[in-house]
Nanobody, 116 residues
Framework: QVRLVESGGGLVQAGGSLRLSCAAS????????MGWYRQVSGKQREFIAI??????NYADSVKGRFTIARDNAKTTVYLQMNSLKPEDTAVYYC???????????WGQGTQVTVSS
Protein backbone atom coordinates (compact mmCIF):
# COMPACT_ATOMS: atom_id res chain seq x y z
CA GLN A 1 0.00 0.00 0.00
CA VAL A 2 1.19 3.51 -0.83
CA ARG A 3 0.01 6.73 0.80
CA LEU A 4 0.39 10.07 -0.94
CA VAL A 5 0.14 13.50 0.67
CA GLU A 6 0.16 16.65 -1.45
CA SER A 7 1.05 20.14 -0.29
CA GLY A 8 1.88 23.53 -1.70
CA GLY A 9 -1.41 24.63 -3.21
CA GLY A 10 -2.85 28.07 -2.66
CA LEU A 11 -3.94 31.33 -4.21
CA VAL A 12 -1.66 33.11 -6.66
CA GLN A 13 -2.04 35.90 -9.18
CA ALA A 14 -1.81 35.22 -12.89
CA GLY A 15 1.82 35.08 -13.98
CA GLY A 16 2.94 33.83 -10.59
CA SER A 17 4.44 30.54 -9.50
CA LEU A 18 3.68 27.71 -7.13
CA ARG A 19 5.49 24.53 -6.23
CA LEU A 20 3.50 21.45 -5.34
CA SER A 21 4.97 18.55 -3.42
CA CYS A 22 3.75 15.00 -3.02
CA ALA A 23 5.29 12.75 -0.39
CA ALA A 24 4.86 9.00 -0.68
CA SER A 25 5.01 6.59 2.24
CA UNK A 26 4.41 2.89 2.75
CA UNK A 27 5.49 0.45 0.05
CA UNK A 28 7.30 3.09 -1.97
CA UNK A 29 9.64 0.48 -3.46
CA UNK A 30 6.70 -0.60 -5.60
CA UNK A 31 6.40 2.79 -7.31
CA UNK A 32 7.87 3.11 -10.79
CA UNK A 33 6.13 6.30 -11.94
CA MET A 34 4.64 9.36 -10.30
CA GLY A 35 2.55 12.05 -11.86
CA TRP A 36 0.20 14.96 -11.48
CA TYR A 37 -3.37 15.40 -12.62
CA ARG A 38 -5.88 18.17 -12.06
CA GLN A 39 -9.62 18.38 -11.93
CA VAL A 40 -12.14 21.18 -12.16
CA SER A 41 -15.49 20.58 -10.55
CA GLY A 42 -17.85 18.92 -13.02
CA LYS A 43 -15.08 17.95 -15.43
CA GLN A 44 -12.91 14.88 -15.95
CA ARG A 45 -9.56 14.58 -14.27
CA GLU A 46 -6.87 15.86 -16.64
CA PHE A 47 -3.33 14.55 -17.06
CA ILE A 48 -0.62 17.15 -16.39
CA ALA A 49 2.76 15.45 -16.10
CA ILE A 50 4.46 12.16 -15.29
CA UNK A 51 7.98 11.06 -14.40
CA UNK A 52 9.32 7.54 -14.68
CA UNK A 53 13.01 6.83 -14.34
CA UNK A 54 14.67 9.66 -16.17
CA UNK A 55 11.78 10.31 -18.51
CA UNK A 56 9.12 12.99 -18.25
CA ASN A 57 6.01 13.74 -20.22
CA TYR A 58 3.71 16.76 -20.12
CA ALA A 59 0.30 17.78 -21.33
CA ASP A 60 0.49 20.31 -24.14
CA SER A 61 -1.37 22.84 -22.00
CA VAL A 62 1.49 23.06 -19.48
CA LYS A 63 4.61 22.39 -21.59
CA GLY A 64 7.22 25.05 -21.05
CA ARG A 65 5.50 26.32 -17.90
CA PHE A 66 5.41 23.33 -15.54
CA THR A 67 8.28 21.06 -14.52
CA ILE A 68 7.98 17.71 -12.77
CA ALA A 69 10.86 16.38 -10.70
CA ARG A 70 11.50 13.61 -8.20
CA ASP A 71 13.92 13.40 -5.29
CA ASN A 72 16.78 10.89 -5.28
CA ALA A 73 14.96 8.62 -2.86
CA LYS A 74 12.06 8.61 -5.34
CA THR A 75 9.57 9.16 -2.55
CA THR A 76 8.68 12.79 -3.27
CA VAL A 77 7.55 14.30 -6.54
CA TYR A 78 7.36 18.01 -7.22
CA LEU A 79 5.50 20.14 -9.71
CA GLN A 80 6.99 23.57 -10.32
CA MET A 81 4.33 25.73 -11.92
CA ASN A 82 5.39 29.01 -13.53
CA SER A 83 3.51 31.59 -15.58
CA LEU A 84 0.26 30.45 -14.04
CA LYS A 85 -3.00 31.28 -15.78
CA PRO A 86 -6.55 31.48 -14.42
CA GLU A 87 -7.36 28.35 -16.42
CA ASP A 88 -4.83 26.44 -14.31
CA THR A 89 -7.23 26.76 -11.39
CA ALA A 90 -8.14 23.25 -10.23
CA VAL A 91 -7.62 20.64 -7.57
CA TYR A 92 -4.26 19.02 -8.26
CA TYR A 93 -3.80 15.33 -7.50
CA CYS A 94 -0.65 13.28 -7.18
CA UNK A 95 -0.55 9.76 -8.62
CA UNK A 96 1.82 6.88 -8.03
CA UNK A 97 1.86 3.73 -10.15
CA UNK A 98 2.79 0.31 -8.83
CA UNK A 99 5.29 -1.07 -11.31
CA UNK A 100 4.17 -4.67 -10.84
CA UNK A 101 0.40 -4.47 -10.54
CA UNK A 102 -0.17 -1.18 -12.41
CA UNK A 103 -2.42 -0.10 -9.54
CA UNK A 104 -2.82 3.67 -9.23
CA UNK A 105 -2.59 5.39 -5.88
CA TRP A 106 -3.92 8.91 -5.41
CA GLY A 107 -3.45 11.70 -2.94
CA GLN A 108 -6.25 13.76 -1.44
CA GLY A 109 -5.65 16.72 -3.72
CA THR A 110 -4.54 20.30 -3.17
CA GLN A 111 -6.39 23.36 -4.43
CA VAL A 112 -4.64 25.78 -6.77
CA THR A 113 -6.43 29.03 -7.52
CA VAL A 114 -5.05 31.55 -10.00
CA SER A 115 -6.66 34.97 -9.95
CA SER A 116 -6.73 37.24 -12.98
Amino acid sequence: QVRLVESGGGLVQAGGSLRLSCAASGSTFRINAMGWYRQVSGKQREFIAIISGGSTNYADSVKGRFTIARDNAKTTVYLQMNSLKPEDTAVYYCEAVDGNTRVDYWGQGTQVTVSS
